[in-house]
Each structure stands twice: as C-alpha cells, then as structure tokens.
C-alpha cells in the first residue's frame, strides 16, 4: 500500500498493491492497522455505505455538522473526480479543495476526514461508490455546501451541467455554511 498526503496534508490518497495475473487481481482493500499506522491514530469505522450513479451526476458536497463522518472512499465499477473540502475555521487550509480521480481500473481509495465536505462527479457510463464512515449517518445534522461555490472554485471535470438531487441544487454557499471551529 502507498499513501500519499495530499495539498491537503490530512487527505489521504491510498493505493494498495495489487496482485494480477491471467485469472484476474487479488488486493487487500482495507487492514485496520495499517490504516491506522497510516492515518497516525485509532479510527473505527460504523458504518458503510454504497451508491450507485449514472454519467454527470455530482453528489455534493456533503457534511455533517454535528456527528462528522471521516470517510474512507473508493470506486468499484467506473470512475469519479472525487473531492474534500476543508471546513475547518481554525485550519490553514480552510476553504480549500483536493480533487482525485478514483475508480475500479486504478482501485485508489481516499480518506477524506471529519470537519470536511464530499463529493464527487460520475465521469464514467455509471459508478459504484463504497464509503466507509466513522459515524452514522443523521439527516437532522447533514448539510451541503453548492459544488459550483465561486470561492471554492472547484475545477469540476464537466463536459455538460451535472445532475444533481434537489438539496444539492439549493445548496448554500460557504459564506452562508455552518462550519467547523
């Protein structure tokens, strides 16, 4: 496994090492110690999650304001431009974006922690998305940052306007999110 800190040092890029041969690929997707070792603390996972989306559909940016989820993400049929934004009022990297292609054929995975908005763009004919995440899931505390945010200024894969679900289409503005300290 390799991991990479990303501009965001505490977004993590994990590529595991993958075993081929003519039969097919054998990896181990996730070791609890190692990812520890690799996060440097303890993180316990609650609950994982699956979704599946067609070409263009933007999910995001998504957060929970009370009960935050880390989550550990990957890909296993297509590909997404996934992305971490840093909502944390007190960090030096507050406001800022990390963006990575994740998908079945690189099998790279990110750990994108708590006090931080997700999401991701279906670049692929369709996705499925696996999300481990260290809390659980509570609908009265999610809230939602826009994706197309001019501070964020993400550079979204797009080649037309995303599908999006009704609570991302009215999604708030960072200026007008409730954050993290």
Same mark, same amino acid.
């Given at each position: 496994?390799?991991?990479?800190?990303?501009?965001?040092?505490?977004?993590?890029? &994990?590529?595991?090492?993958?075993?081929?041969?003519? !039969?097919?690929?054998?990896? =181990?997707? @996730?070791?609890? %110690?190692?990812?520890?070792?690799?996060?440097?603390?303890?993180?316990?996972?609650?609950?994982?999650?699956?979704?599946?989306?067609?070409?263009?559909?933007?999910?995001?940016?998504?957060?929970? &304001?009370?009960?935050?989820?880390?989550?550990?993400? !990957?890909?296993?049929?297509? =590909?997404? @431009?996934?992305? %971490?934004?840093?909502?944390?009022?007190?960090?030096?990297?507050?406001?800022?974006?990390?963006?990575?292609?994740?998908?079945?054929?690189?099998?790279?995975?990110?750990?994108?922690?708590?006090?931080?908005?997700?999401?991701?763009?279906?670049?692929?004919?369709?996705?499925?998305?696996?999300?481990?995440?260290?809390?659980?899931?509570?609908?009265?505390?999610?809230?939602?940052?826009?994706?197309?945010?001019?501070?964020?200024?993400?550079?979204?894969?797009?080649?037309?306007?995303?599908?999006?679900?009704?609570?991302?289409?009215?999604?708030?503005?960072?200026?007008?999110?409730?954050?993290?300290?």
């Amino acid at each position: 496994m390799t991991v990479t800190r990303l501009a965001i040092p505490e977004v993590l890029l &994990i590529e595991p090492t993958v075993f081929g041969d003519d !039969r097919g690929f054998f990896f =181990e997707s @996730f070791n609890q %110690a190692r990812f520890n070792e690799a996060v440097g603390r303890d993180i316990s996972f609650v609950q994982d999650n699956h979704s599946r989306s067609g070409a263009g559909v933007l999910r995001g940016l998504h957060y929970q &304001i009370r009960q935050p989820q880390g989550k550990l993400v !990957r890909v296993v049929e297509g =590909e997404v @431009f996934d992305v %971490a934004v840093d909502l944390r009022r007190s960090s030096p990297t507050f406001g800022k974006w990390v963006g990575e292609f994740l998908s079945a054929e690189n099998k790279r995975q990110l750990w994108v922690p708590a006090g931080f908005a997700h999401g991701f763009v279906v670049t692929s004919d369709a996705a499925q998305f696996l999300y481990k995440t260290t809390d659980f899931y509570s609908p009265e505390h999610e809230r939602a940052v826009a994706w197309n945010d001019p501070t964020l200024d993400i550079a979204w894969p797009l080649k037309t306007p995303p599908i999006l679900s009704k609570k991302d289409a009215v999604a708030t503005t960072l200026d007008g999110a409730e954050l993290f300290d």
